[in-house]
């Protein structure tokens, strides 16, 4: 299955239907997989959140969430992240389509969008190091590094990811292998997003309200 | 330099102890033998094709199998070890720091390096060839779930020699467990050996429900599926919901030593509270997680060794799924004591009561199937049948303990150590024993000696009343879990001697179960029909040990008990026509990834104890780029030709019968 021919739909005849009718099609069980996965993800953040929403009052005398949150930065970087989502549905609209230019185009272009997102995410957290609020200044900011800090990690990996499966997207082209890599890391892109608006609400809007 | 070596020698390894140096003496030794062993036979080649990189599920059950036992050995040494110090008053054979780090490193190994191996074991064994599959969903997560899980283990019982072991307890409590109580790096080893071992739990779970859901043979709906499988996925499932809360809840807690936040700390705000109902969202599933296996075991063994269809199948099914979700909200019945009011421990003792009973509908049904059934009294069937009186009233004592205002009595008493033990030896280690027995012959083609058999169940069962019943006795009496000694005027000398030699009866008992392996392999009688139980499902089906790709043509399944209803046919001449024709098998490659990810693992792990950076960096970029280099092979499957299959087939068949 290795085979790849750029056009994307000539894959079926040979590959899957013979050899394993029995058997489902490995990709469908990945993703499918990949799907129970985001479940434990859920709960991870879960917990995540619920540590923070514990301790977001436990500020030890030190600044509170009104004091540090600068919101403009924060609804850029949240509107980069919606967009990024955004053109990853784009990449996989045009995966489907078989257009593996316009999937290489749009997969750089939310990966772009996603290191973006994540430098402005840096330079939040030093510009807060900076003010003296650091992950041992107080339970809250303890809880809101490790919550935060955690989605950008996710969102990181996702970048490496990303430029690995565009690279793969020049060797194979639009394989049934490659197709499945594409839908996936776009569910994942899309968690991550639907994650942060949670961010965005419990930890930024009630925490400046 | 000398100087420099020797101090960071001093501080890296545990000094001072002999007990701690004969095992550094017999670790050097042990390695020493292996290597030249390895060496002297070139079987390192061997063990690289056909192991380290294995994606089998027979083979990566059968190292979870041998991981959990080498475990059990050492997790029972430690048991030992503490009944000896408690065997007389005011004995001083361990010092109270030595003591602490001995029930602390005794709880992990046997919950998660003893039960959970064990467990995935049996899981990877046994359900693909009960489903009629020929590998789990994911073989590569599979290989990778197993090393994660060993280099987790390692790292963790490194603690031992190099740095120091952790003594806050099994579920480490801050904050005692915290930075500020507990500097030394024995609590790191704890966080980091649990967690990469966790991760491997995690991706077990996940693998297993794809499989179970997915992977069927053909017909098998799954209300046709054997109790087994159902047990795996209720299991699973609690699995994939509770594990990540034990990621994150350690993770925060590594944060607070290492990076100096107060999640969990007494100063800047932390709450210690948190980290408690935290690790026992998941602790408590966690306990449902290895029993809820063992349901399923002990269902396959009723019905076989009774030759019943199981008794009140949908029942069963029903009783464990709901087994699996209340078990998440019963958490607080852990610390009814910790002060949230009569409310909410009202709820949570209902909850907990409320446990009690589809785990008693599944009593009854075993007790239903085995009615009027011709029971043979086989060893799988002894630790079935020794089972049942054993958990019913391990289980009666949870109840006592769930009622929340005289749980402040028993609570963290004897009376609770003996109640937990009750029912995870009797219920856990009985039924991973009774599967351990029956499937053996599926595993290796031959059975375990049954007189010798015999001998270790009654030791066992013998040395476990005698070991556990008194000290629901000594916790009424005010004996606490934990104490390192106790004065001659408690009265309490007389039941802990009764009960150290109880546990002696089982390290016996232990023993004499490796003697009996030891035995068989050496009188080793072949078994030729693959079925030597009589058995009902699909498993028996095919030749012990099972073949690469296990099923030749994927059996087309019509009833519960499959295999049980086709010999009735053959008996009556009916038998399903002929074989359908041969296929090429898709089957997976070995690959040496999930082996040298865990190293890198297991490095970075040892980096994080020590704090030493470039290690972490080292292992972490390590990880990283395993990860990528599978993600970029391609070229990971191949075909079995049917000429292939027709030549193993015929090799296995070729032996008279």
Not at chain 1, 148 to 158: E, I
Not at chain 2, 73 to 97: H, I, K, S, Y
Not at chain 2, 342 to 366: E, Q, R, Y
Request: with cysteine.
């Amino acid at each position: 299955m290795a085979e790849h021919n750029g056009s994307g739909h000539a894959y079926h005849t040979e590959s899957h239907s013979a050899a394993h009718d029995n058997h489902p099609d490995p990709e469908e069980l990945r993703t499918f997989g990949f799907w129970i996965y985001l479940m434990t993800d859920v709960i991870l953040f879960g917990t995540l959140f619920a540590a923070y929403i514990v301790l977001r009052g436990n500020t030890n005398g030190g600044p509170g969430p009104e004091e540090l949150f600068q919101m403009g930065g924060i609804i850029t970087s949240t509107f980069i992240l919606l967009t990024s989502s955004f053109t990853s549905g784009l990449a996989v609209l045009a995966m489907h389509k078989g257009n593996r230019q316009a999937l290489m185009g749009w997969l750089s272009v939310t990966a772009l969008l996603g290191a973006t997102f994540i430098v402005l995410e840096v330079r939040e957290f030093i510009h807060l190091v900076h003010e003296g609020a650091t992950i041992g200044t107080s339970a809250f900011l303890s809880a809101f590094f490790t919550l935060v800090g955690t989605h950008g990690l996710h969102v990181s990996l996702g970048l490496v990811w990303m430029i690995a499966l565009i690279i793969q997207l020049a060797k194979h082209g639009i394989t049934p292998v490659t197709k499945r890599k594409v839908n996936v890391i776009s569910l994942f892109w899309h968690f991550l997003d639907v994650i942060w608006i949670f961010v965005f609400t419990i930890v930024y809007l009630m925490g400046v309200s | 330099m000398w100087e420099k070596v020797k101090s960071f020698a001093s501080d890296f390894f545990v000094t001072g102890d002999p007990l701690i140096y004969g095992a550094d003496v017999s670790i050097v030794l042990a390695a020493i033998s292996i290597v030249f062993v390895m060496t002297y036979f070139k079987k390192w080649g061997w063990l690289w094709r056909e192991w380290l990189t294995s994606v089998d599920h027979k083979k990566i059950g059968i190292m979870y199998i041998l991981a959990s036992f080498l475990m059990l050995f050492r997790g029972g040494v430690d048991a030992l070890l503490m009944r000896a110090q408690l065997v007389v008053p005011e004995m001083e054979f361990l010092t109270p720091d030595h003591y602490n780090q001995i029930f602390t490193t005794h709880g992990v190994i046997m919950i998660l390096f003893m039960a959970m191996p064990f467990m995935f074991g049996l899981f990877n064994v046994i359900v693909p060839l009960q489903i009629g599959a020929r590998d789990v969903a994911f073989p590569f997560l599979n290989a990778l779930s197993f090393w994660l899980f060993f280099s987790g283990a390692m790292l963790f019982n490194l603690s031992f020699v190099i740095g120091g072991s952790p003594d806050a307890g099994w579920l480490a409590y801050p904050p005692y467990s915290g930075l500020m109580h507990n500097p030394g790096p024995g609590q790191d080893f704890y966080i980091w050996g649990i967690q990469i071992s966790g991760i491997g739990s995690l991706m077990t779970g996940i693998n297993f429900i794809v499989t179970i859901l997915k992977m069927r043979a053909p017909g098998m709906k799954l209300m046709k599926m054997p109790m087994f499988p159902w047990s795996v996925l209720s299991s699973c499932i609690a699995i994939i919901f509770s594990f990540p809360i034990l990621t994150a809840t350690l993770a925060l807690l590594f944060l607070d030593r290492y990076a100096g936040a107060h999640f969990f700390t007494l100063d800047g705000g932390g709450n210690p509270m948190m980290y408690i109902n935290l690790i026992w969202m998941w602790g408590h599933p966690e306990v449902y997680i290895i029993v809820l296996p063992a349901f399923g075991i002990f269902s396959e063994i009723v019905s076989t060794f009774a030759k019943k269809k199981l008794f009140g199948y949908k029942s069963m099914v029903y009783a464990m799924m709901i087994i699996s979700i209340l078990s998440f909200l019963v958490w607080a019945h852990h610390f009814f004591t910790m002060g949230s009011g009569a409310d909410v421990n009202a709820f949570f003792a209902l909850t907990t009561m409320l446990i009690a009973i589809p785990t008693g509908a599944k009593v009854f049904n075993w007790l239903f199937t085995m009615f009027r059934g011709k029971i043979t009294f086989e060893t799988p069937m002894l630790w079935t049948i020794g089972f049942i009186p054993c958990f019913v009233t391990g289980g009666m004592t949870g109840v006592l303990l769930s009622v929340a205002p005289a749980d402040f009595q028993f609570h963290n008493s004897y009376f609770l150590v003996a109640h937990f033990h009750h029912v995870i030896i009797g219920g856990v280690v009985f039924g991973y024993f009774a599967g351990l027995y029956y499937w053996w012959p599926k595993l290796f083609g031959f059975k375990l000696h049954e007189r010798i058999g015999k001998w270790a169940f009654w030791l066992w069962n013998i040395g476990f009343y005698l070991c556990f019943m008194p000290q629901y006795a000594l916790g009424l009496m005010g004996m606490t879990r934990r104490v390192a000694t106790y004065g001659w005027d408690k009265g309490w000398w007389e039941m802990n001697l009764v009960s150290t030699i109880g546990a002696g009866l089982m390290g016996i008992a232990f023993v004499v179960q490796v003697w009996q392996i030891v035995y068989s392999v050496k009188h080793l009688r072949k078994d030729r029909t693959g079925d030597p139980w009589n058995g009902r499902t699909l498993e028996w089906s095919i030749p012990s040990p099972a073949p690469l790709y296990n099923f030749a043509t994927l059996p087309q399944v019509t009833a519960q008990d499959e295999w049980w209803e086709e010999k009735l046919l053959r008996d009556n001449g009916q038998s399903s026509s002929v074989p359908p024709a041969l296929e090429p098998i898709h089957m997976p490659k070995n690959s040496g990834i999930p082996f040298v990810m865990s190293m890198f693992w297991f490095a970075a792990g040892f980096g994080f104890v020590f704090q030493w950076l470039w290690l972490i960096i080292a292992g972490l970029v390590g990880v990283a780029v395993c990860m990528l280099v599978h993600s970029f092979n391609y070229d990971n499957d191949y075909y079995i030709s049917v000429d292939e299959i027709k030549r193993t087939e015929a090799a296995i068949r070729e032996v008279p019968n």
